[in-house]
Nanobody
């Protein structure tokens, strides 16, 4: 299974970006997918996740109300719409798939994308 993340970039505070993550390969089923981020000198942290069916979404407190995660099951693709971006959202964003435990626990995810840089300027 390969995950291809895209959509990062440089944006001013208050602006928006949309990240995409497409899963390909021998999946054979829909899978739970999530986003994590890691800023320089900090640990990887949970951002958002969606269940395999798309029926449930989960958000970190720091992004709830600003970020929206959606999925296209037919394409095994998830989209992270990020609005009202803040400087503290600056990080490398990683998509992940197939969690074996809690959706917010990065240790349990089986597959990872390459990361996409999001930089928010003041």
């Amino acid at each position: 299974v390969q995950l291809q993340a895209s959509g990062g970039g440089l944006v001013q505070a208050g602006g928006s970006l949309r990240l995409s993550c497409a899963a390909s390969g021998r999946i054979g089923r829909t899978i739970g997918m999530g986003w994590f981020r890691q800023a320089p000198g900090k640990e990887r942290e949970f951002v958002a996740a969606v269940s395999y069916s798309g029926g449930s979404t989960f958000y970190a407190d720091s992004v709830r109300g600003r970020f929206t995660l959606s999925r296209d099951n037919a394409e095994n693709t998830v989209y992270l719409q990020m609005n009202s971006l803040k400087r503290e959202d600056t990080a490398v964003y990683y998509c992940a798939a197939a969690p074996k435990g809690d959706y917010n626990d990065y240790v349990g995810y089986e597959y990872w994308g390459q990361g996409t840089q999001v930089t928010v300027s003041s």
